[in-house]
């Protein structure tokens, strides 16, 4: 893992997830040194892919960079019978904007095709218009379900809590109304129409709402561990392992413990009496 910077922190060892055997490099601009490079193919390729290797050779994929084709790096890949592959050669990884104008119609071509796009339109629900299909990948739930066939038409009648139970509601009060009555949608049936269409929009917002304050929440932890992490500087001359900066960092932890703490106390006074019996009084260093 390469960073951008000169020093290491602190903060970055410190209840660290990532594997111990990690190793984190920084460079001034954040780009791989020859340097760099090579420690990486000694203290983590060599290392990692020793013991898993079937045979005398392993087969190392490389890109075109500049620090994977210098002699150093090829000289440790033929003693550690390493083969390196380039997949990238003379400047052909680099696409400018005439190669993309003449790459893009054919991109372009195979992307937007019908089928795509009718199934993007359909994932979203777009067309045909079902919010269901975007707000029911939401995991909140505000209560369980209550389960099909559970609850029949004659029985005591449950608060909605979503939008399918708010459907099953609304299909069972529907139901009884036309139970009741032969003629055209009474205006009764219209106002129901319309409560559950404000139900639902109500419902939409608060499964967002839930959803943005959760992730606010998460954020906001994000920032008070990331507070809590030391900006203190690291002198390192190379790179570290997440193991190898976390032994500093409690090594430092222990100094700090056991180094004497100086008292602030005034020091002691100490009284005489003179010959003619006023107090005299000096102070003992």
Same mark, same amino acid.
């Given at each position: 893992m390469g960073l951008h910077g000169s020093v290491h922190?602190?903060?970055?060892?410190?209840?660290?997830?990532?594997p111990h055997n990690w190793r984190i490099e920084v460079s001034p601009n954040g780009w791989t040194s020859d340097?760099?490079?090579?420690?990486?193919?000694?203290?983590?390729?060599?290392?990692?892919?020793?013991?898993r290797t079937t045979g005398k050779y392993r087969l190392l994929v490389l890109d075109g960079h500049g620090s994977h084709l210098t002699p150093e790096f090829d000289k440790i890949c033929s003693e550690n019978d390493i083969i390196p592959i380039y997949r990238m050669w003379k400047g052909f990884n680099h696409m400018d904007k005439l190669d993309f104008l003449e790459a893009y119609p054919e991109a372009r071509k195979q992307a937007f095709t019908l089928d795509n796009i009718k199934s993007g339109f359909r994932a979203t629900g777009l067309v045909p218009f079902n919010p269901e299909e975007v707000l029911g990948r939401f995991t909140i739930q505000l209560e369980t379900p209550t389960p099909p066939? &559970? *609850?029949?038409?004659?029985?005591a009648p449950k608060t909605p809590y979503n939008l399918r139970q708010l459907e099953k509601q609304a299909s069972t009060v529907k139901t009884l109304l036309k139970g009741h009555t032969q003629n055209p949608p009474s205006v009764?049936?219209?106002r129901l129409d319309k409560m559950i269409k404000g139900h639902e929009m109500a419902l939409n917002e608060g499964i967002l709402a839930c959803q943005e304050i959760q992730e606010l929440r998460a954020s906001h932890e994000k920032q008070l561990q990331k507070?809590?992490?030391?900006?203190?500087?690291?002198t390192a001359?190379?790179?570290?392992?997440?193991?190898?900066?976390?032994?500093?960092?409690?090594?430092? &932890? *222990?100094?700090e413990e056991v180094?004497?703490?100086?008292?602030?106390e005034p020091a002691p006074m100490a009284e005489y009496r003179s010959v003619g019996g006023a107090p005299l009084t000096c102070e003992l260093r």
């Open positions: 922190i602190e903060g970055w060892y410190q209840d660290s997830k990532l340097q760099i490079g090579l420690r990486w193919l000694q203290k983590v390729f060599i290392p990692e892919t020793t013991s066939g &559970s *609850q029949s038409i004659n029985s009764l049936e219209m507070r809590k992490r030391s900006r203190r500087q690291i001359e190379e790179g570290l392992s997440i193991q190898e900066g976390q032994a500093l960092v409690q090594g430092r &932890s *222990q100094e180094m004497p703490t100086i008292s602030m």
